[in-house]
């Protein structure tokens, strides 16, 4: 998610179950990790993703101002194939909102 200077707290939920509350891991998920966290940038990473992954993500930020939420639902689909083949599994971008 996009932050700035005036960001005072922020943080990755699944529900409403926190991930990432700044730089403290709540979640203990080892597949859930911070991808960037600068001071323009935070975002997470959910490793060897599966179907019960799925489901609305937020990210929370705190401001002098007020708070604002960024929303993502991560889909998972699965995927089947034998240990010969080759594959190429791609990632949509998926656009905030909220």
Same mark, same amino acid.
């Given at each position: 998610?996009?932050? =700035?200077?005036?960001?005072?707290?922020?943080? $990755?939920?699944?529900?409403?179950?926190?991930?990432?509350?700044?730089? *403290?891991? $709540?979640?203990? *998920?080892?597949?859930? +990790? +911070?991808?960037?966290?600068?001071?323009?940038?935070?975002?997470?990473?959910?490793?060897?993703? *599966?179907?019960? =992954?799925?489901?609305?993500?937020?990210?929370?930020?705190?401001? =002098?101002?007020?708070?604002?939420?960024?929303?993502?639902?991560?889909?998972?689909?699965?995927? !089947?194939?034998?240990? =010969?083949?080759? !594959?190429?599994?791609?990632?949509?971008?998926?656009?905030?909102?909220?």
């Amino acid at each position: 998610c996009t932050i =700035d200077d005036r960001v005072t707290r922020v943080a $990755w939920l699944n529900r409403s179950t926190i991930l990432y509350a700044g730089n *403290d891991k $709540w979640s203990i *998920d080892p597949r859930v +990790i +911070i991808l960037v966290n600068t001071p323009t940038q935070y975002s997470i990473m959910i490793q060897n993703v *599966d179907v019960y =992954d799925e489901g609305p993500y937020t990210c929370s930020v705190q401001t =002098d101002n007020h708070p604002k939420t960024s929303r993502v639902h991560l889909i998972v689909q699965e995927y !089947s194939y034998s240990e =010969d083949s080759h !594959s190429l599994l791609a990632c949509p971008i998926l656009t905030p909102y909220g």
